[in-house]
């Protein structure tokens, strides 16, 4: 029984020492935000008021093909890598939506925070193929984050107004991490995301 209770000890400190550690490297509207601590209320829904508001539109069907993704960045290791290089902890990966703690990289997919479909419907249709390989490769915002393939594919391309991270502690992070991308890529919001966002804001 003690044994039992010990190795669970260690499990929980495993955990929390990749937590910590994936914190350290994640972007900052995410390293931030934990455990529904983080960017103030009031400074979050400020800058979701920011936010122009538009209806999503775009002149021509998206296709993912339009946004050129997982460039090399350095010898043998393209922008896929660099995201789980940069999360990566001794424990493994921690997916910040749902709170799982991954040991092997192949449980996870790459997840473009703002999704590269709603972002041509939010003003990227407009911009040259280069900005737009700019956008799919970001490692300097909040654009890009390793997650469990499971909770990558379930929010697909959907916005706040439809999908939320699974693990309420991470709205917040998520709505700063969203604001962020969509305020530093000049991209629009619909009403009903702005509406869930705030909503998300009350997690801060």
């Known amino acids: ?21 994936a914190l350290a490297l994640a972007p900052e509207p995410v390293r931030r935000s934990v455990g529904g601590a983080g960017p103030d209320r009031t400074e979050l829904d400020a800058a979701i008021d920011r936010l122009a ?14 946004f050129p993704h997982w460039v090399e960045i350095t010898m043998g290791c393209d922008t896929r890598c660099t995201v789980l290089d940069r999360q990566r902890s001794p424990a493994g990966w921690l997916s910040a939506y749902d709170g799982y703690v991954a040991t092997r990289a192949g449980e996870l997919e790459i997840d473009h925070v703002v999704p590269l479909a709603e972002a041509w419907v939010s003003g990227a249709s407009t911009w040259t193929l ?14 890009l984050l390793a997650v469990s393939s499971w ?3 379930a929010k697909g391309a959907a916005d706040p107004a439809t999908w939320r991270p699974p693990d309420p502690r991470w709205w917040c992070a998520y709505a700063d991490a969203w604001v962020s991308v969509k305020v530093r890529w000049t991209l629009t919001a619909d009403p009903a995301e702005v509406d869930a966002l705030h909503d998300m804001a009350e997690r801060c």
Request: charged residues 30%; proline residues 2%.
């Open 151 to 153: 909770s990558n594919r």
């Open 130 to 143: 280069a900005r737009r390989r700019a956008f799919a490769n970001d490692l300097r915002g909040a654009e």
């Open 1 to 21: 029984m003690l044994d039992r209770a010990v190795d669970a000890l260690l499990d929980a400190l495993l955990v929390a020492v990749a937590v910590l550690a």
């Open 53 to 66: 508001v538009a209806e999503p539109r775009a002149a021509t069907a998206y296709e993912r093909t339009q």
